[in-house]
């Protein structure tokens, strides 16, 4: 993510030292002062990530030089509201999707209105604050809640996952929707409470993931598997080479920042070290005594941004209503769980749709690791019977997505039973992410595709879990 600041004033300090971490910044101003004033505030970790002009925030030969073309957000914050307008027009010009400014007079609000830009009132901000303080007697913190970032506000987008669905189908125990804003009501939503476009929703949880959440509801740029969290957990119930090859490529490729190996067996440390050498997160290893069972309850009140197992547990205890490990791991942490064929690096990826939510949710997580990874995609409907309208219903839908994200999405159509199907045209790819739902039964008489696709596939699956 990377955000230019116009200004590098109080207010454009305050906001690189709040960014800095996981923002790529870029700051201009005039005053080469101020700019030193930027160095001092860095911490070394960001000194990489934080680059400096000195020159005219209303220059478009300089703010192309400062990659604006390529800004996710932009923001003008000097004191000065003519060159805070000037500033946000050219951002607006250039195609900056999130644009935002300083308006250092009540009397400049409606220029900022006139052109369609976000912006805070100084005064009206610090105003407000205080009426609140002194009318009520309580002291209101300028950060809410705890003050760690632990309660946000985001506007749904049309783009939006959410939009359109209730909240009772994202589940999470790191974090939950706690409030809707719809114009000028207050809804406090129940399960089936649909989420609109325009909405703007409070989200209490986790402050560790709460910003990707953002960014994921926001469908901005690709967050995987931020939204899950941000450590992998590598299951190692005994020593499989393609369990290894295909964890290292994701940690590696992906925003993973943390890696746990759970053994049954002692693993030969040169592993280890090869994801220390990928990057500088923590790498840590718990062996196991009870295998499976200590695994399970080790995690089972964790989210995890991604769990990869080897692909060791039989497909036959489905056909008897008996859900299998890599199930049952991710029913219980509604984390995606990878089981590992070796089939990494991935260059084309396969996802299966159907119209329900969690297989759009699986179609979600397809797009975000096709962007990253600079892979194909293709999302494939597989129907028991020719002339399903359904299948015209779901092209549109795709094209929908690809519109919207601008990715290519491949739809492919094929007739006859959907698991075998599946499994013969999954040989051609290097990924399924499969979704499915949280407590669906399955048996013989009745199955339940996902989860037979998720053992029947020949390349290495990923499978989605989503609430009840």
Not at 26 to 32: G, M, R, T, W, Y
Not at 163 to 170: L, N, R
Not at 171 to 197: E, Q, Y
Request: net charge neutral; proline share 5%.
């Amino acid at each position: 993510m990377k955000l230019i600041i116009v200004g590098a004033g109080e207010v454009g300090r305050e906001l690189i030292k709040r960014l800095q971490k996981e923002w790529k910044i870029v700051v201009i101003d005039q005053d080469e002062r101020k700019l030193h004033k930027v160095v001092e505030l860095l911490n070394s970790e960001s000194l990489n990530r934080v680059v400096l002009l000195q020159g005219d925030g209303t220059s478009k030969l300089l703010l192309k030089k400062a990659g604006i073309e390529d800004a996710t957000a932009f923001t003008a914050c000097t004191g000065d509201d003519e060159v805070n307008l000037e500033a946000c027009r050219i951002a607006k010009e250039l195609g900056v999707p999130t644009i935002f400014a300083v308006s250092n007079s009540t009397e400049n609000d409606e220029k900022y209105e006139k052109e369609g830009i976000n912006y805070v009132n100084k005064a009206i901000a610090t105003a407000s604050l205080l009426e609140r303080q002194i009318e009520s007697g309580v002291v209101t913190p300028t950060n809410i809640g705890l003050g760690q970032g632990e309660i946000i506000e985001v506007s749904v987008m049309p783009t939006s996952i959410l939009a359109g669905y209730p909240v009772g189908k994202f589940t999470s125990r790191r974090w939950r929707i706690v409030a809707i804003f719809r114009g000028d009501k207050l809804i406090l939503p129940r399960p089936k409470t649909v989420i609109k476009p325009g909405d703007r929703i409070l989200i209490v949880g986790d402050p560790k993931i709460l910003k990707y959440i953002a960014g994921l509801i926001k469908s901005g740029e690709p967050q995987f598997p931020l939204q899950f969290g941000i450590e992998e957990v590598i299951f190692l119930p005994e020593f499989s080479r393609e369990t290894i090859q295909d964890a290292k490529f994701f940690y590696e490729n992906t925003k993973l920042s943390k890696v746990s190996f759970y053994t049954c067996k002692e693993i030969n440390k040169t592993f280890v070290a090869g994801f220390e050498e990928i990057k500088k997160g923590e790498v840590k290893i718990k062996e196991l005594k009870n295998c499976e069972k200590e695994f399970f309850e080790n995690i089972k009140e964790e989210n995890f941004g991604l769990i990869v197992m080897p692909d060791r547990y039989m497909e036959f205890p489905l056909f008897f209503g008996i859900k299998t490990f890599p199930i049952v791991i991710g029913e219980e942490t509604l984390s995606p769980v990878a089981v590992a064929r070796g089939t990494t690096p991935v260059e084309r990826i396969i996802v299966p749709v159907s119209g329900s939510f969690s297989g759009i949710r699986a179609l979600e997580v397809g797009i975000e690791l096709s962007l990253m990874l600079n892979a194909s995609l293709t999302a494939i409907y597989i129907s028991p019977f020719e002339n399903d309208s359904r299948a015209e219903n779901l092209r549109e839908k795709i094209t929908r997505f690809s519109t919207m994200y601008k990715v290519p999405i491949e739809f492919t159509v094929r007739f006859g039973n959907p698991v075998r199907e599946f499994a013969e045209e999954s040989k051609k790819y290097n990924l399924a992410v499969i979704g499915a739902r949280k407590g669906r039964k399955t048996n013989w008489f009745n199955p339940y595709p996902p989860y037979h696709m998720l053992h029947r596939a020949k390349c290495t699956s990923i499978l989605i879990c989503v609430g009840e």
